[in-house]
Every structure is written in structure tokens, then in C-alpha cells.
């Protein structure tokens, strides 16, 4: 499998602080990757950067061949994005959100018209179609959204804290979906402060104030540390 997704010196400082310190991984076509940390590691701003909706104070990095820094909307148009704010607008209906996140992704209308036809049969979304995204439950908002960022067939997808606040079934549930789009080669790079949800990626990095501190499967990085679960290696890390 070739790589997708490159980087090498990443960094971003805000000031003289350094969020994003000097990283270096890549993550491979069709590949579940999980990037790991605690709240404050850096996750979310190397999520921007990685996206285009962030510029590195140094360092480069490639997406889909496109580099971030140079070419931020040609890896824009080939990426999807769900935020832990789950991407919706709650004051428009489920209709409405797909019809404007299939425009904001430059499909034709035919193509949205199609699209929301299968997406909603997919999810059983049909007799809810018109009715604001803020009155459905938890858990079908969390599976529109997801369906939503597919929607343009993107070879990415970027997942920010996609499960942050949600009950454990919703959550598995979520990553029943992960691995149906894994499947058709999409690959998917999930942010993640979870430590058992590290066991569903194919590799996982841990991220600790900005670094890079472990890169590797699951099994590989708990038999290195001599550690019972992913939690355990993780605390390891954090306390140096």
C-alpha cells in the first residue's frame, strides 16, 4: 500500500508556544489510523494542518499528494471532515444539511438529489428527513454527520473526537460504520483521547505535549511496553 498521507517537521506555535511539535508519521492507503493523546496533546490543531484550515509554522506534509501548505483547497476538494461538534447545522432539517454539504463539496444537484435518496434509505432517515437535525437523538446525528462527509467520495477522512460525549453502544456502533468505509479503501484518520478505542485502529500514534512519543500497531506498542491495554501504555507515556 502506498502512503496518503505524509508528513515530516510538522509544527505549529502560537507565539512562543508549541502545540504541534516536529512530527513526523505517514498513514497508508485503506488504513484505520488512529492518533491518540490527551485534551491539550495537539491532536486537533494537527488535524487543521492536515486539512488545509491551518498553515505549519514549518515542516511539511502531504495529503492525497497535495502539500497542506501550498495546495490547501486541492486538499480540501479530496478530504471529508467531521468535527466532535458532529458538522451540522440542528437549525436546518436532515435534508437540507445533506442538499448544502453536497453543494459546499461541488456535487451537481442530480448527484445530491441521488445521493440523499441512498443515504437516507441507508439510514433509515427517510420518515425524519424534514425535521431539524437539533431534535434527533444523539446517535443518529452522529451517523448522519459521518454519511454526510462521505457524501463527495473522498479518498479521507478526517474524524476529530468523533465519539467525545457519547454513551459506550453509540460509540461502538460508530465504529461499525468506520469499518464498513475502511473496507471500500477510504482511509480514515480518527483523533481520539479513548485509550480502548485504540484496539479498532490497524496503527496508532500517541501523542504527548505536541511529540510523537509512540507509533505502532496496538498489539505491537502493548507487548513493547509489557502493558494489559492501550490505557495502561498510555499512561506510561504521560508520565515520562
Known sequence: MTNIITTHQLTRT?????????????????????????????????????????????????????????????????????????????????????????????????????????LLEKLQLGPEADKLVGALPLGWKQKLAFSVALLHEPKIVFLDEPTSGVDPLTRRQFWELIYETAVTGVTLMVTTHYMDEAEYCDRVSIMVDGKIQALDTPRAMKEDFKAESMDEVFRRLARG
Open 14 to 118: 502560537f507565539g512562543k508556544f508549541t502545540a504541534v511539535d516536529a512530527i513526523t508519521f505517514s498513514v497508508k492507503e485503506g488504513e484505520i489510523f488512529g492518533f491518540l493523546g490527551a485534551n491539550g496533546a495537539g491532536k486537533t490543531t494537527a488535524l487543521k494542518m492536515l486539512t488545509g484550515l491551518l498553515s505549519p509554522s514549518s515542516g511539511s506534509a502531504t495529503v492525497a499528494g497535495f502539500d497542506v501548505w501550498k495546495q490547501p483547497d486541492q486538499v480540501k476538494r479530496r478530504i471529508g471532515y467531521m468535527s466532535q461538534k458532529f458538522s451540522l447545522y440542528e437549525d436546518l432539517t436532515v435534508r437540507e444539511n445533506i442538499r448544502l454539504y453536497g453543494g459546499i463539496y461541488g456535487l451537481k444537484m442530480s448527484e445530491i438529489k441521488s445521493k440523499m435518496g441512498v
